[in-house]
């Protein structure tokens, strides 16, 4: 019995010593751990896949069976996540990374973060041609106003970087309903 209420007493010490920092503000100076995040390793991979699924359709040039059809398939989805998920995933990040350099004050590195978006939305229309364009220009258009409003109204670029990032989110969750169900065309992987 007393083990039981040794426990008990610990048990309530731990909650009394540990609930009052929990409700406590951080400190004065206090930052959250920042790192720049990215999806070069998961790109990296996908396009390693893209190749092997690519070489063993070569493999089975002609055989017209389930298995080419298959493989077919494969590729298709390997080239859907090259060219459109993983980049907007990027995109999405270095939203993220724009916003926290403009929390911690540094409106460069979050202009920059936002011209590298712009780069890889860009790339990913011309990349996945004219479908793509009309399904991007709404977060074109958002990456404009948040540059404009971190360079010259940097109170107003938290809520725009914010309706940004909602949006990549969107466009990344939706994907299979926006894109068309023959997209990407084939390349020379198909």
Same mark, same amino acid.
């Given at each position: ?38 999806? /070069? ?30 493989l077919s398939g494969a590729v ?13 995933? @990027? ?8 916003? /926290? ?11 920059? @973060? ?15 041609? @004219? ?17 404009? $409003?971190?360079?010259?109204?940097p109170e107003k670029a938290p $809520? ?17 309903? $926006? ?8 390349? $020379?992987?198909?």
């Open positions: 019995m007393r083990t039981g209420s040794s426990l008990l007493v610990a048990a309530a010490l731990l909650v009394l010593l540990v609930t009052p920092g929990g409700c406590r503000h951080p400190h004065e100076g206090w930052q959250p751990p920042f790192e720049v995040s990215s999806t /070069r390793l998961l790109q990296q991979e996908a396009d390693v896949a893209l190749r092997l699924v690519g070489a063993a359709r070569a493999d089975l040039a002609g055989s017209n069976g389930p298995a080419d059809e298959r298709r989805a390997l080239e859907r996540l090259t060219v459109y998920y993983l980049p907007l995933l @990027e995109a999405k990040e270095r939203t993220y990374n724009a916003h /926290r350099f403009l929390f911690y004050g540094e409106r460069g590195r979050a202009d920059t @973060e936002l011209t590298i978006v712009r780069e890889i939305l860009d790339g990913t229309v011309e990349a996945g041609g @004219e479908p793509l364009l009309e399904l991007f220009v709404p977060a074109l258009d958002l990456v404009g106003e948040a540059q404009a $409003a971190v360079r010259g109204a $809520a725009i970087l914010k309706e940004l990032a909602v949006k990549l989110n969107l466009m990344l969750l939706k994907g299979d309903l $926006a894109l068309p169900d023959d997209w990407p065309p084939r390349t $020379a992987h198909g």
